[in-house]
C-alpha cells in the first residue's frame, strides 16, 4: 500500500520486486483522474498502458502536450532500411505515432545532453485535489515500472503544480539544458527554490540545471544529526555529494547507501572514495541483478528519519550542470518531536524501503569486491 501524509503520496514499486505499490497503476490511475490538462515531460514513452491513458485522456476533451527525449526515439546510426519499422527505439517511436494520431501535441527535447525528467503535472488551474504532480524516479517503460526498483510521488497542492507547470512552459518555449537562450526568469525569489508549505509539510522543488540541486542537497545532508540513508542508481566522483558524505562520517554521522551494482564499481564511482574513507561510519551494499531485478534506479535519501530528497536527480556533474532534471524535498527537522515531525512519515516509509532493499538484493560493497567489467556505455552512464 502507498503511504501518505496529506496531499503527499509514495508508491514503492515494482510489486514483482516486492514493493508495496503497482507503479503503472498509480501512474495510470493520476493520468486518468485529469479534467481539463496534463502536462507530460518525460524521458521516454515505451509503456503502451499508459500511452493509452494519455490518448483516452485526450479522447473525452482533456488538453494534452507531451514532451519527450530525442535520444530515445532515434537510432545511433541510421537504418538500412528506414520504412521497415525496427531498431532499439522502435516502441517508442510506435507509440510516439499514436500519440500523434490522437492530435496530441508532442514536442521532442533540444538538450544536447540528456533530457532526464520524468513528471506529470494535472490541472495546474484547478484546485486541490485536482490540482496536482506526479514525479519519482520511475520511467514510463515496461522495465520501468516491472523490473526496476523505483518510486513514484504524487504531490496534490496548487502552488506546487505551478512550479512544474513553469517549468513545462519554459522547455515547450525551447529552454533545455544549459541552453543560455531564451533562458525564462529562475523560480522563486532571486533564483532561490520557493519553499512550498504542503498541508503544514515543507516541501521545496529544484531543477536542474538551474537550480543547482546537487548543492541543495549537500546543504540538507550536512543537516544531519545522526544518519544519512541513500539509494542511488549512479553516483560519481564528479559530484560533491561525496565529499559531503566523508564529511559527515567524519564528524559521527552514519552514511550507509545501497547503489546498483553495474555501475558502483566502475573507476568514475564515487563508491572508491567512500571506500576509502577510514572512519567506520560508512557501510556501502550493491544491488545484485537476482530475482528479477534489472536495476536500482532509486534517486532517494532520507535524512534522519526526518527528510525525504527524490526525484529524477542522480548523484553526478552533468545531472547538476547539463541534464534537465528534478528534486522534491520533502519535510523538515524537528528538535521536540522527530517522530511527529511534518513528513516524518514518508521518510520513515522511504527508510523501511531502503532497508527492504538491502536486505533482499544488497550485498556489502568493500574494497575485496570492487572491480565490475567497465565499458564505454558505462563511462557515459555517468551522466545518466
Do not use: C
Not at 473525452?60 to 502536450?65: A, K, N
Request: charged letters at 25%; proline letters at 4%; a negative charge.
Amino acid at each position: 500500500m502507498s503511504v501518505r501524509e496529506g496531499n503527499i503520496e509514495f508508491f514503492f514499486g515494482p510489486t514483482d520486486l516486492g514493493g508495496a505499490d503497482d507503479l503503472r497503476e498509480a501512474i495510470v490511475d493520476f493520468i486518468t483522474a485529469a479534467k481539463e490538462e496534463l502536462l507530460v515531460a518525460i524521458q521516454e514513452l515505451e509503456d503502451e498502458p499508459i500511452a493509452r491513458a494519455l490518448v483516452d485522456a485526450s479522447a473525452r476533451g482533456v488538453r494534452v502536450r507531451v514532451i519527450l527525449g530525442r535520444s530515445y526515439l532515434t537510432e545511433e546510426s541510421a537504418q538500412d532500411e528506414p520504412f521497415t519499422p525496427v531498431g532499439t527505439n522502435e516502441t517508442n517511436r510506435h507509440l510516439l505515432a499514436a500519440l500523434l494520431r490522437a492530435g496530441i501535441d508532442v514536442a521532442v527535447d533540444l538538450n544536447p545532453k540528456i533530457f532526464h525528467q520524468k513528471f506529470v503535472v494535472r490541472d495546474p488551474g484547478r484546485t486541490v485535489p485536482q490540482a496536482a504532480v506526479l514525479t519519482g524516479s520511475t520511467n514510463f517503460t515496461p522495465t520501468g515500472v516491472g523490473s526496476n526498483l523505483n518510486l513514484v510521488t504524487t504531490v496534490k497542492w496548487k502552488k506546487v503544480a505551478g512550479d512544474y507547470a513553469a517549468e513545462f512552459e519554459e522547455m515547450w518555449n525551447g529552454t533545455f539544458g544549459a541552453l543560455s537562450e531564451r533562458r525564462d526568469a529562475p523560480i522563486g525569489r532571486g533564483g532561490l527554490p520557493p519553499e512550498r508549505r504542503v498541508g503544514g509539510v515543507l516541501v521545496k522543488v529544484l531543477f536542474a540545471p538551474d537550480q543547482g540541486p546537487e548543492m541543495e542537497i549537500m546543504k540538507q545532508m550536512m543537516k544531519a544529526k545522526e544518519r544519512v540513508d541513500f539509494a542511488i542508481f549512479t553516483f560519481a566522483q564528479s559530484s560533491g555529494i561525496d565529499d559531503t558524505l566523508k564529511l559527515l562520517a567524519r564528524s559521527g554521522i552514519a552514511v550507509r547507501g545501497i547503489l546498483d551494482a553495474t555501475n558502483a564499481n566502475q573507476t568514475w564511482a564515487a563508491t572508491h572514495e567512500l571506500l576509502d574513507d577510514d572512519s567506520g561510519m560508512i557501510e556501502l551494499t550493491v544491488a545484485r541483478h537476482r530475482e528479477g531485478l534489472n536495476k536500482l534506479h532509486h534517486k532517494l535519501v532520507v535524512i534522519d528519519g526526518q527528510i525525504t530528497i527524490l526525484g529524477s536527480f542522480n548523484f553526478t556533474g552533468p545531472a547538476n550542470r547539463l541534464n534537465d532534471e528534478n528534486i522534491l524535498v520533502v519535510g523538515e527537522h524537528s528538535e521536540d518531536a522527530p517522530r511527529a515531525s511534518p513528513g516524518g512519515s514518508l521518510a520513515r516509509a522511504a527508510l523501511a524501503e531502503i532497508d527492504r532493499i538491502i536486505d533482499r538484493f544488497g550485498e556489502p560493497l568493500t574494497r575485496d569486491t570492487r572491480g565490475l567489467e567497465e565499458s564505454a556505455e558505462l563511462q557515459h552512464a555517468a551522466g545518466v
